[in-house]
């Protein structure tokens, strides 16, 4: 390259010449020159609010902890402390009570001092377990704990009502109706004989009628059963006899080993075409099921009063049962000891003895009444009632 042209290349690169400042006027040259303002400050008084507010904040969350924290403290403590009961006591929770109720009944009760925190208790350490309806036995002290925990088992009180064999529809009704543990109306009254002679297991507030439907049910499953094991050659035409008769041997004796050789007797009778001859059916027919009084003996004109159920005047069986025969004087008509006895009579110890013949049973009448004269008692038959105490027909 020539020095010509490098000295062209090197004048192309220079810079070109600054151009002279502007002159300032004296007015324009004593203003300062603009630059970054300066940051706002807040002042010390705005500041100071922000900050008391934030720790007035601050304050309330630790006292709601703090205050949070005693309540569970002195809840949990309340929970599980020992109750105010000081004697066994029981309490009753009914269907479809909310724990709410349930709750303030107990604080109402001096189950509990508290049923706010029954219910928060409940909730925080009662698990999934509901409460349940019943009647429970509160022990003595019980916290509310052991209170959640005894309504949650539903191991509530169980009541008893016993029917005992040999009494009536209408007598059991009467026992049905005056238990205070049953709610509810008493049912139609149902046929004589069929309710079951049994004690019944229930829990306070259990309806009567489902008690009556339940031993309805017991009898009719427990003569089902016994008929259908029953001898073949019985002398009796359905199911409705079978219980009469069963109704008869319950009524007369009270002692479970002697009742098939009771049945015998009258199932012998039956083939025989002998009039039965029970004293039982002579109350029945006068009195119905509401029975005899026990003041009022038989007398001599009652057995030969004609009724539909006095066996000293009609033949064979009566219309219907005279009582609830219970499983003893059912099996003992279903399968009566094989004997070839007409007769008994009372033993004055409770039994009877039977006998084959007249001959026989009027000396064992005559021992009766030996033992009737020595005791100071009255009457034309045995206690029980025995088949032709005085004569056979």
Known sequence: MSDTQTSTAEFGRREEPQKPPVAKTASEALRPEKGTPPPVRRSRASRSQIVVFMNFLVSLVILAVVAAGLLVYFGRQA?????????????????????????????????????????????????????????????????????VRLLQSGKSVMHSLTVPEGL????????????????????????????????????????????????????????????????????????????????IV???????????????????????????????????????????????????????????????VINGLPPTPIANPGRAALEAVANPLQTDDLYFVADGTGGHVFASTLDEHNKNVARWRAVQKQQGQAGTTGEQGEPGTDTAQ
Do not use: C
């Not at 009254?189 to 009567?208: H, I, K, N, W």
């Open 250 to 312: 319950e009524k007369e004796t009270g002692v479970d080993s002697e009742r098939p050789h009771v049945a015998s007797v009258f199932v012998n009778r039956l083939r025989k075409k002998m009039r039965l001859q029970s004293d039982p059916t002579i109350i029945y027919g006068l009195f119905g099921g509401a029975g005899k009084p026990a003041d009022r003996p038989i007398y001599q004109s009652d057995i030969e009063k004609p009724t539909p159920y006095n066996t000293y």
């Open 79 to 147: 929970f599980f402390a020992p109750g105010p009961t000081t004697a066994m006591r029981t309490f009753l929770v009914k269907e479809n009570s909310g724990v709410g109720q349930i709750g303030s009944q107990l604080e109402q009760g001096g189950f509990i001092t508290d049923a706010v925190v029954f219910r928060l208790g409940l909730r925080t350490y009662g698990g999934k377990d509901t409460l349940k309806a019943g009647e429970y036995e509160v022990p003595v002290g019980a916290s509310m704990n052991d209170i």
């Open 168 to 247: 009536t529809v209408a007598q059991a009704f009467r026992r049905i109706a005056d238990n205070e543990a049953l709610s509810g109306a008493m049912p139609q009254m149902p046929p004589e004989g069929s309710l079951a002679a049994d004690t019944q297991r229930f829990t306070r507030g259990a309806q009567r009628k489902a008690i009556v439907e339940k031993m309805q049910a017991q009898q009719a499953a427990l003569i089902e059963e016994i008929w259908a094991k029953r001898a073949p050659d019985l002398p009796v035409a359905d199911v409705n006899e079978f219980v009469t008769l069963a109704s």
